[in-house]
T-cell receptor, first 113, second 110 residues
Framework: DAGVTQSPTHLIKTRGQQVTLRCSPK?????VSWYQQALGQGPQFIFQ???????QRGNFPDRFSGHQFPNYSSELNVNALLLGDSALYLC????????????FGSGTQLSVL | QKEVEQDPGPLSVPEGAIVSLNCTYS??????FMWYRQYSRKGPELLMY????GNKEDGRFTAQVDKSSKYISLFIRDSQPSDSATYLC??????????FGKGTMLLVSP
């Protein structure tokens, strides 16, 4: 049983560029959440997708947007990248919309130069 | 005051030691308490989950919750070098999403 898979594992971008990160949830899970983890910090909630709609959003600007597909996979898009966007981006899935037992992928390490 | 406070460490112990990791929180709405373990360059993995005050044991790990003091702990007995990782406490109110602590880095030396 494949867990949560994320791609790519590493990414290097320059300021002002746009980036798309991808996530496939664990089998049987229909809810995907995205987190940003800066170095030395705990994960910070970006947003959650369920039934192809954004259901909850953390304190992140509109430069951060997402999408969920009918097969439950999800994308995170970040526009106009800033140096401060450099972080580990984690995707987590759960079997229902309000889920506390999140299963995380290994993340995408984004470096903005 | 932050919602969840956790000492970032690092905490260095010899193999076989008993490890105590702690978090305090300020919001009494939190009802579910979790500990995640995160190895370097990996995503967090759920280690312990509890929703009531008291102790919950799983092998060498014991999670302790004191809702009256808003204090949660994770104890690791007979610590092993493979336990070296960052331990994140995570709290859930039932209505939103997880709120994580900063994580405590644990180093267990052989």
């Amino acid at each position: 049983d494949a867990g949560v898979t994320q791609s790519p594992t590493h990414l290097i971008k320059t300021r002002g560029q746009q980036v798309t990160l991808r996530c496939s949830p664990k089998s049987g899970h229909d809810t995907v959440s995205w987190y940003q983890q800066a170095l030395g910090q705990g994960p910070q909630f970006i947003f959650q997708y369920y039934e192809e709609e954004e259901r909850q959003r953390g304190n992140f600007p509109d430069r951060f947007s997402g999408h969920q597909f009918p097969n439950y996979s999800s994308e995170l898009n970040v526009n106009a990248l800033l140096l401060g966007d450099s972080a580990l981006y984690l995707c987590a899935s759960s079997p229902r919309q309000v889920g506390e037992k999140l299963f995380f992928g290994s993340g995408t390490q984004l470096s903005v130069l | 005051q932050k919602e969840v406070e956790q000492d970032p460490g690092p905490l260095s112990v010899p193999e076989g030691a008993i490890v105590s990791l702690n978090c305090t929180y300020s919001n009494s709405a939190f009802q579910y308490f979790m500990w995640y373990r995160q190895y370097s360059r990996k995503g967090p993995e759920l280690l312990m989950y509890t929703y009531s005050s008291g102790n919950k044991e799983d092998g060498r790990f014991t999670a302790q919750v004191d809702k009256s003091s808003k204090y949660i702990s994770l104890f690791i007995r007979d610590s092993q070098p493979s336990d070296s990782a960052t331990y994140l406490c995570a709290l859930f109110s039932g209505y939103s999403t997880l709120t994580f602590g900063k994580g405590t880095m644990l180093l267990v030396s052989p």
